[in-house]
T-cell receptor, first 114, second 110 residues
Framework: NAGVTQTPKFQVLKTGQSMTLQCAQD?????MSWYRQDPGMGLRLIHY???????DQGEVPNGYNVSRSTTEDFPLRLLSAAPSQTSVYFC?????????????FGPGTRLTVL | KQEVTQIPAALSVPEGENLVLNCSFT??????LQWFRQDPGKGLTSLLL?????REQTSGRLNASLDKSSGRSTLYIAASQPGDSATYLC?????????FGIGTKLQVIP
C-alpha cells in the first residue's frame, strides 16, 4: 500500500494563478480531508468528503474548491492564489468518520504564493 | 467549538529521561483522541489512537491516557532517546471533524 500520496511536494505560484493539489489513497477509505498548517495555528480543516460525490466545507474553505469523483482521489483547487494561502497542505484519509477512526496523512505540499 | 491545548509548547530533556506531554480539550463529547508525531518538513505519523471508551493505549515506550470527564490526555514517553526529537500533536475526534492542538516540540539531548 502506498497509503496517502500528494503531489507536488513543493509549488511556487504568483498571485492570481490557479492550481490543483493532488491527493490519492489506496486504502479504500471513505473519508478524506484537506488541512492547512500554519506556524502557531495548528492544522485547520479546509474541506472534507465522506464519500464519492459528497463534499463539505471545513473551518477555512474560502478560496478553495474540491470534488470527489472517485473513492481514491480528492483534489484541492486554488482558484486565484493569494499570499495568505502560503502554507503547508496535508491530505488525510480514514475508514469512515474522521472523528471515530484513525486518520492517515500524506507527506504534504509546501505552497508559496508570491 | 472544540479547543485543544497542548502544554508545554516546547520541552528539552536529557537522553534517558521519562517525560509527559499534556493535551486538554474543552468539549468532552469526543469519539477518539489521536497522538501524532511530526518531524521537521514532514507529514504526520500516527502514534496512538484512544477510543472514547478506552482509558489508555500503549505502544513500545509510549503510553497515552484519556480522561474524558476532565478533558485531558497525556502522552508518556519512557527512556527518551534523541530519535524521539520531533513535534507531538494531539488530535481530538468529534463527529466528522478532528481538532488539532498546536503541538509540543520535544528535543532530547544526547
Amino acid at each position: 500500500n502506498a497509503g496517502v500520496t500528494q503531489t507536488p511536494k513543493f509549488q511556487v505560484l504568483k498571485t492570481g494563478q490557479s492550481m490543483t493539489l493532488q491527493c490519492a489513497q489506496d486504502m479504500n477509505h471513505e473519508y478524506m480531508s484537506w488541512y492547512r498548517q500554519d506556524p502557531g495555528m495548528g492544522l485547520r480543516l479546509i474541506h472534507y468528503s465522506v464519500g464519492a460525490g459528497i463534499t463539505d466545507q471545513g473551518e477555512v474553505p474560502n478560496g478553495y474548491n474540491v470534488s470527489r469523483s472517485t473513492t481514491e482521489d480528492f483534489p484541492l483547487r486554488l482558484l486565484s492564489a493569494a499570499p495568505s494561502q502560503t502554507s503547508v497542505y496535508f491530505c488525510a484519509s480514514s475508514y469512515r468518520l474522521a472523528g471515530y477512526n484513525e486518520q492517515f496523512f500524506g507527506p504534504g505540499t509546501r505552497l508559496t504564493v508570491l | 467549538k472544540q479547543e485543544v491545548t497542548q502544554i508545554p509548547a516546547a520541552l528539552s530533556v536529557p537522553e534517558g529521561e521519562n517525560l509527559v506531554l499534556n493535551c486538554s480539550f474543552t468539549d468532552s463529547a469526543i469519539y477518539n483522541l489521536q497522538w501524532f508525531r511530526q518531524d521537521p518538513g514532514k507529514g504526520l505519523t500516527s502514534l496512538l489512537l484512544i477510543q472514547s471508551s478506552q482509558r489508555e493505549q500503549t505502544s513500545g515506550r509510549l503510553n497515552a491516557s484519556l480522561d474524558k470527564s476532565s478533558g485531558r490526555s497525556t502522552l508518556y514517553i519512557a527512556a527518551s532517546q534523541p530519535g524521539d526529537s520531533a513535534t507531538y500533536l494531539c488530535a481530538v475526534g468529534g463527529y466528522q471533524k478532528v481538532t488539532f492542538g498546536i503541538g509540543t516540540k520535544l528535543q532530547v539531548i544526547p
